[in-house]
């Protein structure tokens, strides 16, 4: 089906392990980002790329890293969880033609939980 | 980044209009007024976007003022299915493009 999927839907880690998120899209939109949504404080952008093989830093990289190999993945990873990382975290994709112009599509969310 | 104020919360009556208002007077003349919402724990969902004319889909009208500080989302027969959080956002010319969240409104949609 044509979209933009995530999985796991949830997750249940524990302090200290690594934990890779994934996000998939079939549109071969060429900008990807990662948001977190917490309580008391919205949507937050993580990371974003603009390619394959090109990303960079958004509002609260701290913690996290991503690879974008192929267009159409943009897995995420806690390479060592922290409580603080227990969020809701949303993928999203754009097609840049028109620039500002054309929108985010967002996916379901994986909620993360650090134990 | 142009910064949006949005009121906390509405109420609508159920088959009545919506009107959501949102301020951004920092606006530059080339960003764009995007408005989604987001339905509780569900991704956010594209709604509408404008530069400069009003516009119009299936899901709402958009109007925005002569000088570009204002704007206002219209949801012409609010339903239930309408109770969510409404965001608008001034899409910034960098970080590739990526929206800046705030806090939205808040609507309820009541019977």
């Known amino acids: 089906d044509a979209g933009i999927t995530q999985s796991p839907r949830y997750k249940i880690t524990e302090t200290g392990r690594q934990v890779t998120l994934m996000c998939h899209q079939t549109?071969?939109?060429?900008?990807m980002f990662w948001y977190r949504q917490d309580l008391g404080h919205g949507l937050r952008l993580i990371y974003y790329?603009?390619?394959?093989?090109?990303?960079d830093k958004g509002e609260v990289p701290d913690g996290y890293v991503v690879s974008r190999s192929k267009t159409e993945n943009f897995p995420l990873t806690l390479e060592s969880a922290t409580r603080s990382q227990t969020s809701v975290y949303f993928c999203?994709?754009?097609?840049?033609?028109?620039?500002?112009?054309?929108?985010?599509?967002f996916g379901n969310g994986t909620r993360l939980t650090v134990t | 980044d142009a910064k949006t104020t949005q009121p906390p919360s509405m109420d609508c009556a159920e088959g009545r209009a919506a009107n959501l208002p949102c301020n951004h007077s920092?606006?530059?003349?080339?960003?764009?007024v995007y408005w989604y919402r987001q339905i509780h724990s569900q991704g956010p969902q594209y709604i509408i976007h404008?530069?400069?004319n009003n516009e119009t889909n299936e899901m709402a009208s958009l109007i925005i003022t002569e000088d570009r500080k204002s704007s206002t989302l219209i949801l012409p027969h609010a339903t239930l299915r309408d109770t969510a959080v409404y965001y608008c956002?001034?899409?910034?010319?960098?970080?590739?493009?990526?929206?800046?969240f705030g806090k939205g409104t808040s609507l309820l949609v009541t019977p």
């Open positions: 956002i001034v899409r910034p010319q960098n970080s590739g493009y990526a929206l800046n």
């Open positions: 999203a994709s754009s097609d840049p033609s028109g620039q500002g112009s054309s929108p985010l599509h």
């Open positions: 549109w071969s939109h060429s900008y």
């Open positions: 920092t606006i530059s003349g080339n960003e764009y």
């Open positions: 790329s603009a390619a394959a093989d090109i990303t």
């Open positions: 404008g530069l400069k």
